[in-house]
């Protein structure tokens, strides 16, 4: 029950809100009893293997199967023609959002199989069915595709020049959509009183998210009962369920179910609605058998979507005392060949309102251009629009106090809000309910002892290397959302959570949970909420989740909603649970309900030692005596779904240290401190695992992930491990996590969420800390990652080691 | 994977029959390169000659004022091992910094020579340290086996069955690992030999050299400074994601540098 260092978390049950207690989900991973979905065998199980564009631009000429067909223990070949006769819709975009002067996105079919064009390298063209998958992968070798290869665009800037390549036809200008946030007069005024402007030019890298578990779809039809059964790699099994049966298969909502059970990481790219999951749950009816399809690695890097990869311009106008007046942001988003399910949302509605940060900033405008290119669907991955947003702000901010020579900490203290100034509204859509950054602030300077880095700066230029210290502050804006601002905002569809709390008679109990774990911790997180509220051990505690059949509507993980969204449906269900307890209680006590109170596991009547155990209650409910059956029903087990009134917002202060090789350019990460303010605590190790991991996922993105195409020909160059670098365990130090609470007002839980400001936080924070290390060479950026080759070139450029020695 | 024939021979004569036979054999040493190859369907020989089951292919010997390491021995067993540890330190570090813990625990001397990939680390140590590489049929000399990218002396059908190294007088070996592969994007490995001064550098080009420009400012003064001034030229060096030319001259230079400066 050891609580990391830090973080905050007072303990009275040793399973319940507040402990350390071990992941009881992590026994069966560690014995290798996990159950994926590449581990389901159903009987007449068919393989599957996609045939896919070897271009990134080319109109289909021809798809000839026949010698496909023709090989051993071929079932099937399925086309895109073959997705048409069958009368098969497209895939669809699940938040558009509204562009300047009321402009829709643009939605362009996007067909599970290509129809007529392939538009990435790795879009499907044909899905080969055999008996074993070698005879699969023997046979998609066999099919003879005839392509009319096109020119590609796969850049941002290439896309929206005058005469650039048209992804699709009707599109010419390749705009998805033009929007559009803040109040771009007042913005302009502030810039014409500003003593002084600060501008950035930057590139948001692109990103593959690689999550361990590839993923992974086996569709099944039971022709006695008419069922359709998906099981697949989904953090949102429920509305793969609405938009794949809905939109795409035509499935009544009550023959189709969805699984998704263990499921190996999401960081957000399996939180769409794919193509494959259609294909083989369409082709299992076809062939009256299950069809089941496991993507491999190398075709992971083409088909899953990707993240990030912006082109900004932004300015800050300050005034003389270095005070924020205004902000301007100019970005280019890419969206990829397709739209996938939330793509045009990521880089508008959690990437606008999140420029304010923890700043007064009065005036604020952002303008994004989502554009298609021929490359992956660009869509969220961890963090979502929330790094780029601060990536952007705090680069800036560093600029500024660059150019006006105020310390990197003071002039953001200038800036900030105030913690008596909460609930503060910001500019730009967000009303933060609670924070207290500058206490973050202060208590990061103090764990990275901030004032002692010019000695130690000393001692490593006396060693010959370049030592630099960045800063960052940041907001997000997760607990995603409130259906009736996310409504408004273009999703189609609610984004509250359930919780279903099932007390069995002999006093255990099986909770139901909307939300999905794919790595996060749920089994425990919410088994403690539930020990918590019930007193009992999490141990006769059981999570459900990742079967729709089993577990009522819920809209799964993602944004960092399962605890303050999730979290807070299950709070309700045991408070349900609870008051029905209660009439139980003093049905059995003889007591009116409103005098029973519960507490350390008992009922019992108000002043008295009349009391019954939460076990003596759950067998009474089940073993109804003498119930008053019009005033109280047997059985205890009761259901919630909570909307959320606002977003959560984690705020918090970063600070790391690197120092440079000049003659190499390699950076190395020397210390890492994260003060974080996400709440209410459930289990300070698992939120230490959280933080860590998200950010050394942000560290990646920072100093060795790219994903890079090849601006012509559009063939992705990063295309395996061996090229995309991820973050190894030896490129990063101990993660310093330390929490400073104010709790989240509007749940009840007080609960924020911890799962993505790792990525929010750390590319900021680490790219800052290698300027800083260059600072002296004026340089005063540099773009992600920050990659030896890259840093080499940026001292060498700016003078070599002859500078890099004065 | 495509289906294939698996044969393991227990002698190197039995092996070399074996591929004899069959032109589109290949024999498996640590797999390290031709399973990956396989799975991806790169590579699909029509049968493997596992050369596992060999003994006498296996295991490290000293004789005289040479090493001799066979060609099955793995990388994890060269760098423990005492002698190696003893008299050819560099050639232990060198064995104990490829790949991970995986890789060093299947890989093998001889599959690292004979795959040739221009990013290795073990043929620098073979050209620079001047060993002679022994196959079932002949003795090679360490310049005249790498002949270009993948590429070696190797006839079909050969088998490398170890490599015997002299012991320098001293020898370092410096690498900068690519980031994302951990192979060397650049490799030098510096060693005072009978011979005279020798270096070799793997990672930078198509295939492992000898840097002699650098062998002769070491000939006339074997210390750091002595190189001070060295511009190593980047015509004809890699490009690629993860350094052009121009760097991977630049680290040449300063892992010449550092290799040097171990020794001095």
Redesign the interface.
């Known amino acids: 029950m050891n609580h990391p260092a830090g973080i905050e978390g007072a303990v009275t049950n040793p399973t319940g809100i507040g402990a350390s207690m071990r992941r009881k989900e992590d026994m069966r991973f560690l014995m290798g009893r996990g159950n994926y979905v590449a581990d389901i065998k159903l009987p007449d199980m068919t393989a599957g293997v996609f045939v896919r564009s070897p271009h990134a631009h080319a109109r289909i000429v021809s798809i000839d199967k026949k010698a496909a067909l023709a090989m051993p223990g071929v079932v099937d070949v399925l086309t895109g023609e073959d997705l048409k006769t069958d009368g098969v819709g497209g895939l669809p975009c699940a938040w558009p959002v509204v562009g300047k002067g009321g402009a829709p996105t643009k939605e362009p079919a996007h067909p599970a199989i290509a129809q007529g064009k392939v538009r990435y390298v790795g879009d499907a063209v044909a899905f080969v069915i055999a008996e074993s998958l ?1 005879q699969a ?2 046979a998609a ?1 066999a099919v003879v595709v005839e392509y009319d290869v096109l020119p590609a665009v796969v850049g941002v800037l290439d896309a929206i020049k005058p005469g650039a390549v048209a992804v699709f036809d009707d599109i010419p200008d390749n705009v998805c959509v033009d929007w559009e946030l803040g109040d771009k007069h007042a913005t302009e005024a502030a810039f014409k009183k500003a003593a002084h402007i600060a501008r950035i030019s930057l590139v948001n890298n692109r990103l593959v998210g690689n999550p361990m578990e590839p993923r992974a779809a086996i569709g099944a039809f039971d022709r006695s009962r008419g069922q359709h059964t998906l099981y697949t790699t989904s953090q949102f099994p429920h509305i793969v369920k609405l938009l794949m049966g809905n939109f795409v298969l035509n499935i009544p909502q009550h023959k189709l179910r969805v699984v998704s059970p263990d499921v190996g990481g999401g960081f957000g790219v399996k939180q769409f609605h794919y193509a494959e999951e259609a294909v083989v749950t369409w082709a299992a009816k076809r062939l009256g058998r299950p069809v089941k399809w496991v993507c491999d690695r ?1 075709e992971g890097f083409i088909s899953d979507a990707h993240g990030r990869d912006h082109v900004t311009e932004a300015e800050m106008a300050l005034d003389e005392n270095g005070k924020f007046l205004a902000l301007k942001v100019s970005t280019i988003a890419n969206m990829g060949g397709y739209l996938s399910t939330f793509g045009p949302n990521i880089p508008t509605n959690l990437y606008g309102p999140l420029l304010a940060g923890v700043y007064t900033t009065p005036a604020i405008y952002c303008e994004v251009k989502a554009v298609f290119t021929n490359t992956v669907p660009v869509d969220a991955y961890r963090g979502a629009g929330r790094p780029e947003a601060t990536f952007v702000l705090e680069r800036l901010v560093d600029v500024a106090a660059s150019e006006l020579g105020i310390d990197k900490a003071e002039i953001r203290r200038r800036n900030m809000i105030p913690s008596n100034a909460y609930p503060y509204q910001t500019p730009v859509m967000m009303e933060y309910d609670s924070g207290d950054p500058g206490g973050c602030l202060t208590k990061a300077l103090a764990n990275a002892d901030w004032n002692g880095f010019p000695a130690r700066k000393a001692a490593s230029a006396a060693k010959g290397k370049l030592r630099g210290i960045g800063l960052c502050t940041y907001v997000e804006a997760c607990g995603l959302a409130p259906s009736r601002i996310a409504i408004r905002l273009g999703v189609r569809g609610g984004l509250f959570e359930s919780a279903a709390v099932r007390v069995h008679p002999t006093g255990q109990v099986t909770v139901l949970m909307g939300s999905h774990n794919h790595g996060q911790g749920h089994e425990t997180t919410f088994a403690q909420i539930v020990s918590e509220r019930l007193s009992i051990p999490a141990e006769n505690i059981e999570i459900v989740f990742g079967d729709t059949d089993k577990v009522q509507f819920g809209l799964g993980t993602y944004g960092s909603r399962s605890l303050a969204v999730g979290g807070s449906a299950l709070w309700k269900a045991t408070d349900k649970v609870i008051a029905k307890g209660k009439k139980i209680a003093a049905h059995m006590l003889e007591a009116a309900d409103t005098d029973i109170e519960f507490a350390d596991g008992m009922f019992s009547v108000a002043g008295t030692d009349r009391a019954k155990s939460f076990a003596e209650v759950a067998l009474s409910a089940h073993f109804p005596v003498d119930y008053p059956l019009e005033i109280l029903e047997p059985g205890l087990e009761e259901q919630a779904f909570y909307d959320p009134v606002n977003f959560t917002f984690p705020c918090g202060a970063h600070i790391a240290e690197v120092e440079i090789d000049p ?3 390699v950076v190395e990460l020397l210390s890492y401190v994260c003060v974080d303010d996400i709440g209410t605590v459930i289990n300070p190790m698992i939120v230490d695992g959280q933080i860590t991991g998200g950010v050394v996922q942000g560290v990646g993105q920072a100093l ?1 992930e ?1 994903c ?1 195409y090849d601006p012509e020909s559009g063939q992705l ?2 295309g395996s ?6 973050p190894r365990a030896d490129h990063v130090p101990k993660v310093s996590v330390e929490t400073h609470i104010t709790k989240c007002t509007h749940n009840p839980l007080g609960s924020k969420g911890c799962g993505e400001l790792g990525t929010i936080g750390s590319p900021a924070t680490v790219i800052n800390a290698v300027v800083d290390a260059l600072s002296h060479l004026g340089v005063n950026h540099i773009d992600m990652p920050a ?3 890259r840093v ?2 940026v001292i ?1 450029e700016a003078g070599g080691a002859a500078r890099v020695a004065q | ?3 294939f024939e698996y044969l393991r021979p227990s002698t190197v004569t039995e092996a070399g029959a074996m591929l004899g036979k069959m032109s589109e054999a290949r024999p498996l040493a640590g797999g390290m390169t031709l399973i990956p190859a396989m799975k ?2 790169l590579a699909a020989p029509t049968a493997l000659v596992d050369l596992a089951g060999v003994p006498e292919l296996n295991g490290i010997k000293v004789d005289g004022k040479t090493v001799i390491v066979g060609a099955m021995t793995k990388h994890a067993d060269v760098a423990a091992s005492a002698d190696v540890r003893r008299l050819i330190p560099a050639l232990a570090d060198l064995a104990g910094g490829i790949g991970d813990a995986q890789v060093r625990n299947k890989g093998t001397l001889g599959g690292s020579i004979a795959n040739n990939d221009p990013a290795a680390c073990y043929p620098a140590a073979v050209l620079a340290l001047g060993a002679t590489v022994t196959t079932n049929r002949r003795k090679i000399a360490a310049d005249s086996f790498f002949t270009g990218m993948f590429e070696t002396a190797l006839e079909p059908g050969e088998i490398v069955t170890g490599v015997t190294f002299p012991v320098p007088a001293a020898a370092a070996y410096e690498k ?1 690992r690519s ?3 951990r ?1 060397a994007l650049v490799g030098v490995f510096v060693a005072k030999t009978t011979g005279g001064v020798r270096v070799a550098v793997t990672g930078a080009a198509t295939c492992v050299f000898r840097a002699s420009a650098i062998e002769s400012i070491l000939a006339e003064k074997f210390s750091a400074e002595a190189l001070a001034s060295l511009r190593f030229p980047a015509d004809g060096l890699n490009s690629d ?4 030319a ?2 991977r001259a ?2 040449v230079g ?1 892992l010449t540098k550092r290799a040097v400066a171990k020794l001095s």
């Not at chain 1, 491990?721 to 991820?726: K, L, N, P, V």
């Open positions: 070698a992968r023997n070798e190398s003659e190499t350019g060795y790219d890079v160059l990063s491990f061996m090229d995309y670098c991820m990659s030896p080759h080499w070139r060498n | 994977m495509l289906n991806l369907r900068f980031p994302a592969s192979y994601l993860h350094g052009d121009q760097y630049q680290l300063v």
